[in-house]
């Protein structure tokens, strides 16, 4: 360990406790941690769980940081099967709220002015409290709106920081030290998830998300989001209005919403942020939508969103296309040309594998199609496969399917494929406009253009490298980590059993010497030597029956 995780100790002791209490034993030894062997007395949770429930307990006992992690995970499809994602979406981001006085020195730290000269009233008890912030209700003393605080936890940064180091040391360690963790490059997974978590640390980062999707909704009377006060919003407090009315989750069958309705527009919100915004909320799930009066939705937290280029909008649109049309070729290069392949790709197996899935759904009538769940598969199989999907895709993956299963509760009888025709309609045709093609042409003709004027400069540097003999061809080894760190162990037991041999044999030349001074009758320094070299041997014994590679 190096000094930092030294520093770190106390929370490095609690996670590996955690992960012997859930049964983890095969992860704490993979990471060789010191003093690992003094927790095997700890008493473990019920055995009956299966592994994926074990995973999400021991998250939750870790605490926010780690609950915040389980959420994000459970928006990648790309990266983890779909059992731990059931699970993972069962995390409660609830947590016992932070003092009244702790917030109060957030709020006037961030608007620099005493909180009563901002708010009239400002409740002591927050309306939810979460691992990242609580929400309190308040009132602005300047015009009287009722309005929900958002208001970061105090020193929670510091607190994420830790965990975040602690996650990707553990990270590294298992990617070394495991075969089958490497499919899924946890050190870079981990490098994604401090990216998203310190993003949802800046609030102003979340009002401008806010204000980006006012702007696309201008004119739709079917969705609204709360009204942002931006004199009152800075980085860790975030002032909006109060929205009254039932959360989505909470809908009882009694309420008097109209469900065909609420799914159908539900399901073209999404759809339309996806398709024809290229932005969307990340995590659509029943918590995060408010019903109001005439069946209008309104969209809380976000904090996380995706965006989507032009052209992945048109390869996704190519991609619905050869769907429908059973065309496994042309699906199989849609799918390489929006993944990031390595060259172990193979593509007539993934081919066989797009045919298997598309089989699946070839009876089924258009509209009883379930867009997410093909979705689902074929993102199983391009992590089978190696593949991975960039982010902002397989987010906008997870909040396709978890749109399209909430309209599928609200109203079963959904046509999924009819509701979201129209925006496909719309895109294909936007792409053949004549200012589109004539914007993609000036870009073509703009990069022939420059790579003209650089290709004689580029040809001639590598002509004057050859002649000078500086030209290199430079190779890089993959995966040969683990082979390296064999080696060093092999190379340094073998360095020290020579020094213990020479010892022993040092020793016993001198005691046949009778070379003063003496102990016991012997040498002095003959026994230290053969003291040394039994302490020595002990300690290499000690680590070869440890590391259980004998």
Known sequence: MDIKAVMHLGRFKDMVITLFRYGFDDVVDRLDLPGKMLFERIRKVDREMNTWERVRHMLDDLGPTYIKFGQIMSLRPDLIPNPLIEELRKLQDEVAPVGYDAIRQVVEKNLQRPLTEVFSRFDEQPLAAASLAQVHWAVLRDGGQVVAVKVQRPRI??????????????????????????????????????????????????????????????????????????????????????????????????????????????????????????????????????????????????????????????????????????????????????TQVDGSVRPRRMEREIL???????????????????????????????????????????????????????????????????????????????????????????????????????????????????????FRHENLTPIRNTMENASNRLTLGIIIAALVIGSSMIITTGVKPLIFGYPALGIIGYLVSGILGLWLIFNIIRSRRF
């Not at 496969?385 to 959904?414: H, W």
């Not at 004539?438 to 002649?467: A, F, H, M, T």
């Open 157 to 338: 940064r510091q607190v994420i920081e830790t965990d975040l180091y602690i996650l990707e040391f553990i990270a590294g360690k298992l990617n070394e030290r495991m075969e089958a963790a490497r499919i899924y490059d946890l050190p870079n997974l981990v490098r994604e998830i401090r990216k998203t978590l310190l993003r949802e640390l800046d609030f102003g980062r979340e009002a401008r998300h806010m204000k980006i999707f006012q702007s696309n909704l201008a004119g739709n009377a079917e969705v609204c989001i709360p009204r942002l006060y931006e004199t009152y919003s800075t980085e860790q407090v975030l002032t909006m209005e109060l929205v009254q009315g039932t959360k989505m989750k909470d809908l009882a069958p009694e309420d008097r919403f109209d469900r065909e309705t609420l799914a159908k527009r539900g399901l073209r919100l999404t759809v339309k942020q996806i398709l024809e915004d290229g932005f969307f909320h990340a995590d659509p799930h029943p918590g995060n939508v408010i019903i109001l009066e005439n069946n209008v939705l309104c969209l809380l937290d976000w904090g996380m969103v995706g965006r989507l280029t032009r052209r992945t909008r048109y390869d996704l649109i190519d991609l619905i296309n050869a769907v429908v049309d059973q065309d496994s070729e042309r699906i199989l290069g849609i799918l390489i040309r929006l």
């Open 356 to 474: 298997d899935i598309l089989d699946i759904y070839h009876s089924l009538p258009i509209q009883d199609l379930n867009i997410g769940s093909l979705l689902l598969d074929i993102t199983t199989m391009l992590r089978e496969n190696k593949l991975q999907v960039p982010v902002d895709l397989a987010i906008m993956i997870k909040a396709l399917i978890t749109a399209e299963g909430t309209a599928r509760q609200l109203y079963p009888e959904l046509n999924v494929v009819e509701e979201a025709k129209p925006y496909v309609k719309r895109l294909a045709m936007e792409r053949w406009k004549p200012a589109v093609l004539w914007q993609d042409l000036r870009r073509n003709i703009s990069g022939l253009i420059s790579l003209q004027k650089e290709l004689p400069l580029r040809l001639s540097q590598i002509i004057e490298k050859v002649d000078r003999g500086d030209l290199s061809i430079r």
